[in-house]
C-alpha cells in the first residue's frame, strides 16, 4: 500500500525566511510524485509533477526536489500570499486507475 | 465557467437521509475522480472514471456511496442512509486522460454535514 508523510503538519514563518517541506514516501515503483497547493474552502491546485530521483521542478518562489524516499518543497524569500496548505502525493506501478494517494498536508503560514 | 464545478457547495442534512452530489468536469476531460477529505484527514480517493470504462469503485467505503457518470460528462455521488461520519467535504477532479502527469483539476468541493 502507498503511504505518504508530510512533516512538519503546520509552518509559520515570517515573510521572507526560506524553509523546506518534507513528503516521505513508500510506493512500489513510482510512477510519479505531486505536490499541490490548497487554499481554504478551495480545491487543491496542481503545482509540479517529478518523476525520477534527482529531477528539480521551480516556479517562482518555490522549488520542488526528488529522492528515492522523499520529496522537498523549498520556499525561498515567501511572502504571506504563499500561506496555504500545500499537499504531496504519489501514485505507484500499482496504482492504476486509483488516483493519487495523498498526505495529510502541511499548513503553511507566512506573517507578514 | 471553464473549471470543474460541484453542486451543491454545502449541504446539511440529518442521519439517514440520502444525498446526491453533482460534478461537471471541464468539458474534453476524460478521467473524473472523486475524494473525500475529512477534517485533518488526506485526500481518500472514493472512485475513478475513464472514458466508457466501467469504473474503478475501489475507494468507496461502503455500499451506501454509488456514483455513476453520463455521456462521459457530469457525475452524481450518492450516500444513501447518511451517517455522521460521512461528514467532509467531497472533491471532483477531472483530467485530459488517466491523469498520468498527476495533473488534476479540482473543483471546490461539497462540504456535508450530517446531524
Known amino acids: 500500500e502507498d503511504q505518504v508523510t508530510q512533516s512538519p503538519e503546520a509552518l509559520r514563518l515570517q515573510e521572507g525566511e526560506s524553509s523546506s517541506l518534507n513528503c516521505s514516501y513508500t510506493?512500489?515503483?513510482?510512477?510519479?510524485l505531486f505536490w499541490y497547493r490548497q487554499d481554504p474552502g478551495k480545491g487543491p491546485e496542481f503545482l509540479f509533477t517529478?518523476?525520477?530521483a534527482g529531477e528539480e521542478k521551480e516556479k517562482e518562489r518555490l522549488k520542488a526536489t526528488l529522492t528515492k524516499k522523499e520529496s522537498f518543497l523549498h520556499i525561498t524569500a515567501p511572502k504571506p500570499e504563499d500561506s496555504a496548505t500545500y499537499l504531496c502525493?504519489?501514485?505507484?506501478?500499482?496504482?492504476?486507475?486509483?488516483?493519487?494517494?495523498f498526505g495529510k498536508g502541511t499548513h503553511l503560514i507566512i506573517q507578514p | 465557467g471553464a473549471g470543474v464545478s460541484q453542486s451543491p457547495s454545502n449541504k446539511v442534512t440529518e442521519k439517514g437521509k440520502d444525498v446526491e452530489l453533482r460534478c461537471d468536469p471541464i468539458?474534453?476531460?476524460?478521467?473524473l475522480y472523486w475524494y473525500r477529505q475529512s477534517l485533518g484527514q488526506g485526500l481518500e480517493f472514493l472512485i475513478y472514471?475513464?472514458?466508457?470504462?466501467?469504473?474503478?469503485k475501489s475507494g468507496l467505503p461502503s455500499d451506501r456511496f454509488s456514483a455513476e457518470r453520463t455521456g462521459g460528462s457530469v457525475s452524481t455521488l450518492t450516500i444513501q442512509r447518511t451517517q455522521q461520519e460521512d461528514s467532509a467535504v467531497y472533491l471532483c477532479?477531472?483530467?485530459?486522460?488517466?491523469?498520468?502527469?498527476?495533473?488534476?483539476?479540482f473543483g471546490e468541493g461539497s462540504r456535508l454535514t450530517v446531524l
Open positions: 477532479a477531472s483530467s485530459f486522460t488517466s491523469g498520468m502527469n498527476g495533473e488534476l483539476f
Open positions: 510506493v512500489s515503483g513510482l510512477r510519479g
Open positions: 502525493a504519489v501514485q505507484g506501478a500499482g496504482g492504476g486507475a486509483d488516483g493519487l494517494t
Open positions: 517529478l518523476y525520477s
Open positions: 472514471f475513464q472514458g466508457n470504462s466501467a469504473p474503478d
Open positions: 468539458s474534453g476531460h476524460t478521467a
